[in-house]
């Protein structure tokens, strides 16, 4: 079991959960489902001590109000890794947490040693719109994320036909977490129109995963991310939607591992 | 008298919903032509029939409620009345930018009209936010600051310097200011979030109660409000609260139902679906949840008349059966202003002309005399 413990930078408390042996990584979740401690992260840290904190907003991490924009989240990042002691660690980072990794990777490459995007938000292409994760209903959220409609947390999302079959607590870290990505990425939409040119200044080694069947941030974006960052690779899962790490978690940490274990 | 001025053109076989993707193939210009002018007619009617007031309101990219700009309306009233007050409930602070367009649209209204103008200010409707690319977890910040701005260009001599979060003037400036002093009179339309009741009862204006709920939740709502108030020190007054509800009337109980029941499912069924979008941050978790609580007792969501009927959705009867649900409400809820819906959905010109004549004649009077004549307005 990781260890749990609240954080401060610079006047927010950061939820940190960190476990495992190894060299230090630090994991950048999506909007919500990969906020706990999952097998991902239990995979993850039997190489790494695996750092999992919960972004402003999310989870018990504050500070919310002090965020607008996507550059007040890696600047809170880059005072999280201050904190932490650390100089440059690796980062994996999936859909949200993947666009906050390569915000971070473009704008400190210094401060990030190797480079995994899973899946992630950032970026914007006319011709295959990200989908709606604000607007939608539960069911519609689990047609966009899930390639296995029968997956649990798929089954649980689409059981979810009105309002009655919500789980309070569970609504309420929802919309939480909604109001937080909102915060960030409400308009221009989940993305940065200044990334994808300032993604030529990444010097970590990079792997791009991504879910074949991502209908939230469909595959065209990884190949946008192989191309635009220097040297970058590209794993394509198969039968997986936008969250490998739910979907998928012994695949994402199988080429994750063995890309980070390259030197 | 409140008016939306509806689309009634939905097609039949339109499920979807009137707010936000409603395709706009569905207007069409020259009926609107026909029905903007219809519509006016029917709130410049309103003075002559004695009513203390109108009230009009913006919403954008819906088949719902058709001004974008209740501005141009207004000043059209303000220019076309003489006595009447005219409410703009209201403009959506976080839609503009600057908000210096409010306080100076809303002091050309004042002007025109002579000082009739209520200025109303809203955060506006959860799916305006999807329509126009302003982040909804700013709304409240924007509203606030916009708010204090606008109550500033009317109260403090300019130039002056404004720097706020969100908005940056060097000169703020704007002429014309209002004739009334030291302002318009401030109404704020809420659905029941914590933060808009206690904002409004901290500032001493009037909250106005958006309609469609179970009269349960006004009741909560009204009484959430006058505690708020009591924190504050002060006893809410009647004319700080404001009850909006569609009501008919006709001869008899049997003749309103059997001309209003088939309008109100086209505006329950086809222009409500959709109005309850709540995007991310627009209001807290805890103020959300209450609200989607609630929308079990939203009128969307009501499937029988007996049901319309018992949660006072609407009030619709002979002249007694309203004057006596509508005073019995009055009192209930505490409230000192009464903004009646007499137009909604289909219901066309002749009904609605006469809903008008009948209200403003068998019960108007009749609710001024028993409840005061401040509990009458609009």
Redesign the interface.
Known sequence: MPARRIVQVAGKDVRLLTGGDGPPLLYLHAVGADVDWLEIHDRLARHFTVHLPAHPGFAESTGIEQVDGIADVVLHYVDLLGVLGLRAVPVVGASFGGWIAAEIAALYPERVERLVLVDALGLWIDAAPIGEL??STPPELAEMLFHDQDHPLAQMLRAMTS??DVP?DF??AQ??A??A???VG??PYMHDPKLEVRLRRVTAPTLVVWGREDRLVPLVYGERYRDRIPGAGLEVLPRCGHLPAIERPAELAEVALDFLSQT | MFHLMPWPHLPESYAGPAWVKCPNAFYDGRRGHALYNRYLDELVRAEALGFDGVCVNEHHANAYGNMPSPNLIASILARQTERMRIAVVGNALPLYNPPLRVAEEYAMIDCISGGRLIAGMVVGGGPEYYSNGINPAEARERFSEALDLIVRCWTEPGPFVHTGKHYKLRYVNPWPTPVQKPHPPIWIPGAGSYETMDFVARRRWAYMGIPYFHKRIFKRNFDYFREACAKEGYAASPEQMGWLVPVYVAETDARARAEFEPHLWYFARKLLPGINVSPPGYTSPRSALKMLGAFGDFMLNVGSWDEIVDGAYAIVGSPATVRTQMAEMIHWLGVGNVLTLLQLGTLPADLTRRNMELFATEVLPHLRNEIGPRAAAS
């Open positions: 604000f607007g309002i009655a309070e609504a309420h919309l939480k909604l109001e990505a909102a915060k409400w308009n």
